[in-house]
Nanobody, 119 residues
């Protein structure tokens, strides 16, 4: 089964940038239907922030449009989340979710990487 692992989180000040990496066990990421980035702020439910599909489509939550960019390297089987102009409300644990066979696959999850945006 697919395994994913997140990295790249850290502590930054508002306006700064971070790039998160989702490393997957896929032999070729093009065989995986979609990779999603979710985040969960303390005391709040998990929310979807970005999606990258093997059909070369991307989608973003309204709260991050224009600031976050999801991209992929199909050979390395890695997906990235470039986060710019970070805001305190972006703080939370970011999770990678891999859907292997389609949009109704509940997906495989990593352990998460924490992003803290604070003065």
């Amino acid at each position: 089964q697919l395994q994913v692992m997140e990295s790249g989180g850290g502590l930054v000040q508002p306006g700064e940038s971070l790039r998160l990496t989702c490393a997957t066990s896929a032999k070729d990421l093009r065989t995986i239907y979609a990779i999603n980035w979710y985040r969960q702020a303390d005391g709040k439910q998990r929310e979807l922030v970005a999606t990258s599909t093997n059909g070369d489509t991307t989608n973003y939550a309204n709260s991050v449009k224009g600031r976050f960019t999801i991209s992929r390297d199909n050979v390395k089987s890695e997906v990235y989340l470039q986060m710019k102009d970070l805001k305190p409300e972006d703080t939370g644990v970011y999770y990678c979710n891999g859907q292997v066979w389609g949009p109704r696959d509940s997906g495989s999850w990593g352990q998460g990487t924490r992003v803290t945006v604070s003065e």
